[in-house]
Nanobody
């Protein structure tokens, strides 16, 4: 199991920026994809962005051009830079690590709230 610790959430006005960080408890070598999902009240958890082991990235259409995922392999950390935030970005953001098949690890979640 990989423990994931998130930080960086908070309250920001529309148009502002936040940067989320997620640090894995051990090497990310066994992780196929690591990234971020979010869940707004009354909605299902949805993909935000992931960084795959081959270096490729995947973004939800709603965040393309505004959010950027990056990583620091030496620190087992993945970042999510969120710019031009909108009220509909408000959600609990979860760091995720997929190790293949049905093996997923999740962080505890960090709240992001975007006000008008």
């Amino acid at each position: 199991q990989v423990q994931l610790v998130e930080s960086g959430g908070g309250l920001v006005q529309a148009g502002g920026s936040l940067r989320l960080s997620c640090t894995a408890s051990r090497s990310t070598f066994s992780i196929i994809a690591m990234g971020w999902y979010r869940q707004a009240p009354g909605k299902q958890r949805e993909l935000v962005a992931t960084f795959n082991r081959d270096g490729s990235t995947k973004y939800a259409d709603s965040v393309k051009g505004r959010f950027t995922i990056s990583r620091d392999n030496a620190k087992n950390t993945v970042f999510l830079q969120m710019n031009s935030l909108r009220p509909d970005d408000t959600a609990v953001y979860y760091c995720s690590a997929w190790r293949g098949g049905s093996t997923w690890d999740w962080g505890q979640g960090t709240q992001v709230t975007v006000s008008l």
